[in-house]
């Protein structure tokens, strides 16, 4: 119990020291105090008495410190922001104690201050989050290297700055991050530009197609055509509606594809009714809010070369037989039905040539 009591006088003469001292720089402070309390100890166990019988008020011992050090004497009262930054000071020497790597850690901070200092001028005056942005935080987080640094160096009412901007960029760090995050999350994207949205079904011009109306060669109307495109794929009408409404306020469903024999439906028959039960030439009611176009019975018909004429449904001939054909037979010579008579007309059995002309064969 007296160890404890002992410790805990010198710990209370040791900060009333540094209290005496508080306005000196904590740098300072710390150097002037290096090694007392390990001192004040080794003297409280020789005995003959308290620390302040032996030693004098912690006050005139931190004089005496600070005539030791060729150091001002103090100023005549002090103000409270001096004795709360004295307090200030001896929790973080306590601090550095118990956990060094803070100590560590102070660069760090030195440039989160120039980070938030700079989200606070971008915030004030509306600057963007990159650009000029980039470039302030580079200047303010040298600065405010440069005093973390230097603070030591630097006069009392400037330390006193310093320290009413630690306290202020603290309060401010996570609110000023968290925007900071939200303005970089919105930042729009200087990529390229996203591809178009695939319109489903036919379109002409980037507008949709809800119906196509055939007509052949000689302007008659078709129907129940069905459509592919070069590809094989079946070209379907842009119809992306479920209901339609005709005069009377009536709901037409949309029309369905017809199935073919094997089950399978189609939507690429045309012309398509726009509704269930409609025809396919029947034109929407203005009602139904489509663009519409009343088909003519007939068309002019086409002007086609023979090209164009041919039938498409034509089976190919077959590849040429080894064998001579008719016409060959025919024009090869005269027919050995009459030999010796060189002007007279040609049998009639050119164009059907009888088995002894085909083998090639005469008679006697």
């Known amino acids: 119990m007296t160890n404890l009591t002992s410790t805990t006088a010198v710990a209370d003469y040791v900060r009333a020291v540094r209290t005496a001292l ?4 904590a740098e300072e402070v710390e150097d002037l105090t290096l090694g007392m309390e390990a001192d004040l100890v080794e003297i409280e166990a020789e005995g003959g008495g308290d ?10 011992y931190a004089a005496e410190l600070r005539s030791a050090a060729g150091l001002p004497a ?17 929790r973080w020497s306590r601090s550095q104690t118990r956990w060094p790597w803070l100590e ?9 201050r120039g980070l938030v200092a700079t989200l606070a001028v971008t915030a004030l005056f509306g600057l963007g989050i990159l650009g000029p942005a980039i470039l302030l935080a580079l200047f303010f987080a040298a600065v405010s290297f440069a005093l973390g640094v230097r603070s030591a160096a630097l006069p009392s009412w400037a330390r006193g700055l310093v320290a009413a901007g630690n306290v202020l960029a603290a309060v401010l760090a996570l609110p000023l991050l968290l925007w900071g995050l939200g303005r970089v999350a919105h930042v729009p994207s200087y990529g390229p530009e996203p591809a178009p949205y695939a319109q489903q079904g036919l379109a002409m011009d ?3 197609v809800t119906n196509v109306y055939v007509y052949d060669a000689d302007g008659k109307r078709l129907s129940n055509v069905r459509l592919f495109d070069q590809g094989g794929r079946s070209l379907n009408a842009n119809q992306q509606w479920e209901y339609l409404t005709d005069a009377n306020g009536t709901e037409l469903p949309r029309a369905r594809g017809p199935l073919d024999s094997q089950g399978q ?5 045309f012309p398509f009714p726009y509704a269930q039960g409609k025809g396919p030439w029947d034109v929407p009611p203005p009602e139904a809010g489509l663009e519409s176009w009343s088909p003519p019975m007939t068309l002019a018909p086409l002007v086609l070369s023979d090209a164009a004429k041919a039938d498409p ?13 008719a016409a060959t037979s025919s024009t090869s010579g005269p027919t050995a039905s009459s030999p010796t008579s060189p002007t007279a007309a040609p049998s009639t059995t050119a164009t059907t040539p009888s088995a002894s002309t085909t083998s090639g064969s005469t008679s006697p």
Not at 78 to 89: I, L, N, P, Y
Not at 265 to 269: E, I, M
């Open 22 to 25: 508080g306005d000196l720089p």
């Open 51 to 60: 620390l302040a019988s032996r030693l004098g008020t912690p006050e005139s």
């Open 74 to 90: 103090p100023a005549a009262q002090r103000s409270w922001w001096v004795r709360q930054r004295v307090e200030w000071g001896e």
């Open 104 to 112: 560590q850690l102070r660069p760090v901070w030195w440039v989160l």
């Open 206 to 208: 980037g507008n949709p």
């Open 265 to 269: 439906q189609w939507s690429n028959v």
């Open 313 to 325: 449904n034509a089976v190919p001939s077959a590849s040429p037989s080894s064998s001579p054909t």
